[in-house]
């Protein structure tokens, strides 16, 4: 059964640090990995896609990177803001989508 | 397309009662996909439907719990006899077979008193 970890948990930044948040994953016979944001009592917004042949995608201030091999994926957010505040999702796809619990992001002013 | 809508919002219920969710997909995807979500936790998956046919369901997904896509396009989510634990955020997803993601909805939460 695929198993998915975020780590950290939570994370709380000043306004302009990069950072880096952090996704394993145990069976990697994945098709694709997907980055999602979540706001407090909100659905999912897709952030970034990974294909299983592809190494990372990128996005304005974000890249998200991907090591099937190791089980790992890593979502780099370059100068932080405050309106980057939400959860961030980790999630792969085998037949099924199954995700991590989660990195609660705090940008603080 | 607007893309994934959910309908209610919001769904406040007492104990023993009966809901129903609606999701209303993205409509070029033929894939469309139920998941639960408790406070600090990600989605767990309930359920999908491939078109019309219901293909997997979830060990979590009691028998008072129904879900239906009648002619591929919308479907809904009922559970009978609400408990309050499944007070939680209700997520409806769809995609284009798999390989192209999942595009969710905004949810509806429901809460059991």
């Known amino acids: 059964k695929q198993e998915v970890t975020q780590i950290p948990a939570a994370l709380s930044v000043p306004e302009g640090e990069n950072l880096v948040l952090n996704c394993s994953f145990t069976d990697s016979a994945i098709y694709n990995l997907q980055w999602f944001r979540q706001d407090p009592g909100k659905g999912l917004t897709s952030l970034l896609l990974?294909?299983?042949?592809?190494r990372e995608q990128t996005s304005g201030r974000l890249n998200a990177s991907l090591d099937k091999s190791s089980g790992r994926s890593t979502l780099y957010i370059a100068a932080s803001q405050p309106g980057d505040s939400a959860t961030y999702l980790c999630?792969?796809?085998?037949?099924?989508?199954?995700f991590g619990a989660g990195t609660r992001l705090t940008v603080k002013p | 397309d607007t893309g994934v809508s959910q309908d209610p919002r919001h769904k406040i219920t007492k104990r023993g009662q009966n809901v129903t969710f609606r999701c209303d997909p993205i409509s070029e995807h033929n894939r469309l996909y139920w998941y639960r979500q408790t406070l600090g936790q990600g989605p767990e998956f309930l359920t999908y439907f491939q078109n019309e046919a219901q293909l997997e369901k979830s060990r979590l997904l009691s028998d008072r719990f129904s879900a239906e896509r009648p002619k591929g396009s919308f479907s809904t989510l009922e559970i009978q006899r609400t408990e309050q634990g499944d007070s939680a955020m209700y997520l409806c997803a769809s995609s284009y077979e798999g390989h192209y993601g999942y595009t969710f909805g905004s949810g509806t939460r429901l809460t059991v008193v």
């Open positions: 990974i294909q299983s042949s592809q």
């Open positions: 999630a792969v796809w085998n037949n099924d989508m199954r």
